[in-house]
């Protein structure tokens, strides 16, 4: 047989069963009487708002014979069980991240697929998932299913990396399950032609063959030229298309070099959060979201705080817009970051977004670990543990965290580049201090590096209620926003002029947690810093950005005029 992959995605029955124990749920007794989306999230709907606990969710799906199914979960918020035909199939936690659960293939007819999910703050079940994050932790299945029914001997991934940019020469890596008495064919097609053809025999169940092929006549991947290729991997009769990009990242002293060219990264930070839709992204909402990235002339986006909806990585590949993308963490203390079942679950965070990353040309840095109190001892193996388990598993980017401790930090030694959470003129100082602040956190951070590394500020701005005009331009009008973003990108870029890149946080106003204490500093219960607010509205700072971003990236020939 050939590969059959069934999408899942539309309306599911479901149920809300509330804040009970998942273990004394009888699938019997459950009643769905109502539809939800998927994927979607239940309580970014009316009906469920603010609500955390249990809900069921349950489809059907025609089977077909095959050797191997697996169920493709993409992200279950924050912990989910599965069942196929009543028999239970395993449990996932964390978010973000695609879940695989491998179903019994013997079955036939219409199978029954149901997932409980658990939108709760419980960090026994889901422990990356804490009430203190600055983002509202939304429930559901909030990305896309599907229902992958193969042969017996078939393919499981393939990552592509690139060896050489000017001979192109790429590395590719077959993850192939099952077990065969006799060869199999591998064949790879790069465009529609065949650059690789062989007969193996497998050694187990689980056979990874890796490969160095030559593809000339392919053109790279850049920001200015973002050439995207597919490759066809066959293996006797199963195939798995994947799309790549012909590039190189390196880090030399103080520049970061994409196919050995220093890059100016112009970027903000998004969340993957709509007022509307919680979690979800909507196809329109990605198109909306990036033709607003293309309006402020980013190059660059930081994907906070989690690992990405992969449909928005391949769309930043095919619009030549880079990406540093994370693991799931906020200001994680050193007791919580010292504990290992926490520690577990974001060093399994990190293989899944390698996992999701890998062939993506985008994704020019990995991340972790937003804000940890990296100047506490406890902090410091962990980071150490997890930056490293990011390089082990993708040799091929270089990684770092957003250290908001530049002067203490124990663990900017570790980084491949340097990356500053700083706030002057908003929770310290005045918008006129911000030079001076900027300058010291800088220093302060390259030293306690050690070397001289590239720097990206990766969070810096304002909050700003959305209309609100104010003859004294103060803390949260739009005019105040506008004023420091532009002292901020004055300063970086006109004075300074080393900088490796800027993120503003944050692309659009986003719900935050439940905290009161987080509550009680986030006017409207939304953190306020977007250029956008929860609607994708322009503020008054979008504009001020858009036009110094145009400029630095030679759009435009005369910088912004400076503001009075």
């Known amino acids: 047989m050939s590969r059959i992959i069934q999408s899942m995605d539309g309306f599911w029955s479901f149920s809300y069963l509330g804040d009970i124990d998942p273990d004394s749920v009888r699938l019997e007794s459950i009643a769905?009487?109502?539809?939800?989306?998927?994927?979607?999230?239940?309580?970014?709907?009316?009906?469920?708002?603010?609500?955390?606990?249990?809900?069921?969710?349950?489809?059907?799906?025609?089977?077909h014979p095959c050797g191997r199914r697996v169920l493709q979960l993409g992200s279950v918020h924050h912990w989910g069980s599965v069942y196929f035909n009543k028999q239970h199939a395993g449990t996932c936690s964390g978010g973000f991240v695609q879940q695989n659960f491998i179903l019994d293939k013997d079955a036939r007819g219409i199978g029954e697929i149901i997932v409980l999910v658990d939108n709760r703050i419980d960090p026994r079940r889901s422990p990356l998932h804490l009430d203190n994050?600055?983002?509202?932790?939304?429930?559901?299945?909030?990305?896309?299913?599907?229902?992958?029914?193969?042969?017996?001997?078939?393919?499981?991934?393939?990552?592509?990396?690139?060896?050489?940019?000017?001979?192109?020469?790429?590395?590719?890596?077959v993850s192939v399950v099952g077990i065969s008495s006799k060869p199999i064919v591998l064949q790879i097609e790069v465009d529609g032609n065949t650059v690789h053809k062989e007969s193996i025999l497998l050694s187990g169940t689980l056979s990874t063959i890796e490969r160095s092929i030559d593809v000339p006549g392919l053109s790279t991947w850049s920001s200015?030229?973002?050439?995207?290729?597919?490759?066809?991997?066959?293996?006797?009769?199963?195939?798995?298309?994947?799309?790549?990009?012909?590039?190189?990242?390196?880090?030399?002293?103080?520049?970061?070099?994409?196919?050995?060219c220093p890059v100016q990264l112009l970027g903000v930070?998004?969340?993957?959060?709509?007022?509307?839709?919680g979690h979800t992204q909507?196809?329109?909402?990605?198109?909306?979201?990036?033709?607003?990235?293309?309006?402020?002339?980013?190059?660059?986006?930081?994907?906070?705080?989690?690992?990405?909806?992969?449909?928005?990585?391949?769309?930043?590949?095919?619009?030549?817009?880079?990406?540093?993308?994370?693991?799931?963490?906020?200001?994680?203390?050193?007791?919580?970051?010292?504990?290992?079942?926490?520690?577990?679950?974001?060093?399994?965070?990190a293989d899944s977004l390698v996992a999701a990353c890998y062939n993506h040309p985008s994704v020019i840095l990995l991340g972790a670990l937003n804000e940890v109190a990296s100047h506490d001892v406890l902090c410091r193996t962990p980071i150490e543990l997890v930056l490293n388990r990011l390089r082990s598993s993708d040799?091929?980017?270089?990684?770092?965290?957003?250290?908001?401790?530049?002067?203490?930090?124990?663990?900017?030694?570790?980084?491949?580049?340097?990356?500053?959470?700083?706030y002057p003129g908003w929770y310290d100082g005045e918008i006129e201090e911000i030079p001076t602040e900027l300058d010291r956190a800088i220093a302060n951070a390259e030293q306690r590096a050690g070397r001289k590394l590239p720097v990206i500020i990766s969070e810096i701005g304002a909050g700003a209620i959305p209309g609100w005009r104010d003859s004294h331009n103060g803390r949260w009008s739009e005019r105040y926003q506008s004023n420091l973003l532009d002292k901020v990108i004055r300063h970086l870029f006109l004075v300074r002029n080393d900088c490796t890149g800027l993120a503003i946080w944050q692309f659009c106003d986003i719900r935050t947690?439940?905290?009161?204490?987080?509550?009680?500093?986030?006017?409207?219960?939304?953190?306020?810093?977007?250029?956008?607010?929860?609607?994708?509205?322009?503020?008054?700072?979008?504009?001020?950005?858009?036009?110094?971003?145009?400029?630095?990236?030679?759009?435009?020939?005369?910088?912004?005029?400076?503001?009075?």
């Not at 293996?235 to 002293?253: N, P, Q, T």
Request: proline share 7%; aromatic share 8%.
């Open 395 to 422: 040799p091929t980017r270089p990684v770092t965290f957003a250290c908001n401790h530049p002067s203490t930090c124990l663990a900017l030694p570790m980084v491949d580049v340097i990356a500053i959470n700083v």
């Open 32 to 63: 769905f009487q109502e539809w939800m989306p998927v994927p979607g999230c239940f309580d970014a709907t009316p009906r469920y708002a603010g609500c955390r606990g249990i809900a069921a969710y349950r489809t059907k799906v025609r089977l």
């Open 269 to 277: 930070n998004r969340h993957e959060s709509s007022i509307q839709f």
């Open 282 to 349: 909507t196809d329109s909402l990605l198109i909306e979201d990036l033709h607003r990235l293309d309006q402020l002339g980013c190059n660059f986006v930081r994907t906070s705080h989690y690992p990405p909806d992969p449909r928005f990585l391949t769309l930043c590949d095919k619009l030549g817009i880079y990406v540093w993308a994370e693991t799931t963490s906020w200001q994680q203390n050193g007791e919580q970051l010292s504990n290992q079942h926490y520690l577990n679950a974001q060093l399994d965070c």
């Open 513 to 564: 947690t439940e905290s009161p204490k987080i509550q009680l500093s986030r006017p409207r219960g939304l953190n306020n810093k977007g250029l956008l607010d929860e609607y994708r509205r322009p503020k008054e700072a979008f504009g001020v950005v858009a036009e110094w971003y145009q400029y630095l990236s030679g759009k435009v020939k005369q910088p912004p005029l400076l503001k009075l």
């Open 133 to 173: 994050c600055d983002w509202y932790h939304y429930g559901g299945i909030a990305r896309s299913v599907c229902l992958v029914e193969a042969p017996e001997v078939s393919i499981d991934a393939v990552r592509i990396h690139t060896q050489n940019i000017h001979v192109p020469t790429i590395t590719v890596s």
């Open 224 to 260: 200015d030229s973002p050439n995207i290729h597919a490759a066809r991997v066959t293996v006797d009769d199963d195939e798995l298309i994947e799309s790549f990009g012909i590039r190189s990242v390196a880090v030399v002293d103080q520049q970061l070099l994409v196919n050995g």
